[in-house]
């Protein structure tokens, strides 16, 4: 407006000092007024432009953050269980404690329950190994929650003196997933610092 209120006086001293007739000074104002509507309006088009430009940097911006969070996310363990012990056979289905922690990234194993709890929601992949005597059942059951997603099962035999035996999976886990494995009633593996061992990392986070 102040532009507008100059152009307007600028416009009335010409007309003054050049004398021009009204007729003239009307169109010459007319024009004027024009070309400051179209530089206005260009002027705001300009500034909408520039500010989805901003917004679409800022979006830029947290979606780098965020993936680079994600990358930032390692969850990776290794335990084994401990002595040189026979463990088990109990009369209820037990927890096995791997209370030897090998590697522990993001502290998601806890040694003191035997339970994994997944810090954040993706593809994690989980091994189980055991060694046991041959005269032995093993049974092993991997837990996701209180779902049985895995086991692996030796029955006795006197014409082998020594098992050894695994498995291994990918799981889909939700934040706060709770992953363990659990000896069946009555079976048994040897407590060994690297024969008996639970490891499990994150693939991918989702
Ligand atoms: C492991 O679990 C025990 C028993 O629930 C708990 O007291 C302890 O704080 C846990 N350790 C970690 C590192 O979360
Ligand atoms: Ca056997």
Not at 55 to 70: D, H
Not at 75 to 82: D, H, K, N
Not at 121 to 127: E, K, L, T
Request: glycine share 8%; with cysteine.
């Amino acid at each position: 407006m102040k532009m507008l209120a100059v152009s307007v006086l600028v416009v009335a001293m010409m007309a003054l000092t050049h004398g021009a007739d009204s007729c003239d000074f009307l169109k010459e104002f007319g024009a004027m007024k024009e070309k400051q509507r179209v530089m206005e309006t260009r002027l705001k088009d300009s500034e909408t432009k520039l500010k989805d430009s901003e917004t679409r940097l800022k979006e830029s911006e947290n979606q780098m953050l965020e993936l680079r969070n994600k990358e930032r996310t390692k969850v990776i363990f290794s335990a084994a269980t401990e002595g040189d012990r026979a463990i088990g056979p109990f009369n209820t289905e037990t927890t096995l404690i791997y209370g030897r922690v090998i590697t522990n990234i993001g502290n998601a194993y806890n040694q003191s329950t035997g339970h994994f709890i997944a810090p954040v929601a993706g593809v994690y992949h989980f091994s189980i190994f055991y060694h046991a005597g041959g005269e032995h059942r093993v049974r092993l059951f991997l837990y996701k929650n209180n779902h049985i997603m895995a086991e692996t099962h030796d029955h006795p035999s006197m014409s082998d003196t020594a098992d050894n035996g695994g498995n291994a999976v990918f799981l889909e886990l939700q934040r706060g997933d709770n992953v363990y494995v659990n000896m069946q009633v009555n079976t048994y593996v040897w407590g060994s610092p690297t024969a008996t061992t639970f490891s499990g990392f994150l693939v991918s986070q989702m």
